[in-house]
């Protein structure tokens, strides 16, 4: 088992609809981090969180500890959305680990 | 630069043959990151850099993959007599500090395909 799960694999949406997409993980952390991978291979930072919730435009990205879950949302989806959306989790100092990524593609 | 850099972007090698792949990192940042990124994958962590001590290996997959960053700024990656498995995106991050919270900037990578 990956000690980061996501879900969905995939996502098909249509434009205006809101997103979520969800992060496991099995291992203790000190941070988990959302990003955004679009065709090409270039990734963007999204989210670091250790706690709590936090917003960035249409974005939202929320973590209970207890539960080691994570989801991110998307208000207002629009097809420049379209990407692939990965979890990564910090373990000890630096050490990043990764989920496999949803791939989220949302229609006009 | 305003971000991080690879060269080159694109390699195609045949099995067998040496790999050199390149990564310029933010100006000033302390830590450098490898990562393998394979088809339809996450990525998976390869390396670790705080200036130029590697502190962190223990992802490379073999002996045959080697890494570097002998001035503390730009680091190489080498990958000798290069496997098809070899065959991923190679992605390089930097980030300002050597503390655990910070956010890594990544570079567009390098796409590895061996014949």
């Known amino acids: 088992k990956n000690e980061v799960e996501q879900s969905p694999q995939n996502l098909t949406a249509q434009e205006g609809e809101f997103i979520t997409i969800n992060c496991s993980y099995s291992?203790?952390?000190?941070?988990l981090h959302w990003l955004q991978q679009h065709p090409g291979g270039g990734i963007v930072s999204l989210f670091m969180?250790?706690?709590g919730k936090k917003k960035h435009g249409r974005l939202i990205a929320t973590i209970n500890i207890q539960e080691k879950h994570s989801s991110l949302h998307i208000t207002a989806s629009h097809p420049r959305d379209s990407a692939v959306y990965i979890c990564?989790?910090?373990?000890?100092?630096?050490?990043?680990?990764f989920g496999q990524g949803t791939r989220l593609t949302i229609n006009p | 630069g305003a971000g991080v850099s690879q060269s080159p972007r694109y390699k195609v090698a045949k099995r067998g043959q040496d790999v050199a792949l390149r990564c310029d990192p933010i100006?000033?940042?302390?830590?450098l990151f490898w990562y393998q990124q394979a088809l339809g994958q996450g990525p998976e962590f390869l390396t670790y850099f705080q200036n130029e001590a590697q502190l962190d290996k223990s992802g490379l997959p073999s002996d045959r993959f080697f890494a570097e960053r002998p001035e503390g700024s730009v680091s190489t990656l080498k990958i000798q007599r290069t496997q098809q498995e070899d065959s991923a995106v190679y992605l390089c991050?930097?980030?300002?500090?050597?503390?655990?919270?910070?956010?890594?900037?990544f570079g567009p990578g390098t796409r590895l395909l061996v014949l």
């Open positions: 991050a930097s980030s300002l500090a050597a503390r655990g919270q910070e956010t890594q900037y």
């Open positions: 990564a989790v910090r373990k000890g100092a630096q050490k990043l680990v």
């Open positions: 969180l250790s706690s």
């Open positions: 100006s000033g940042h302390v830590s």
């Open positions: 291992v203790g952390i000190s941070a």
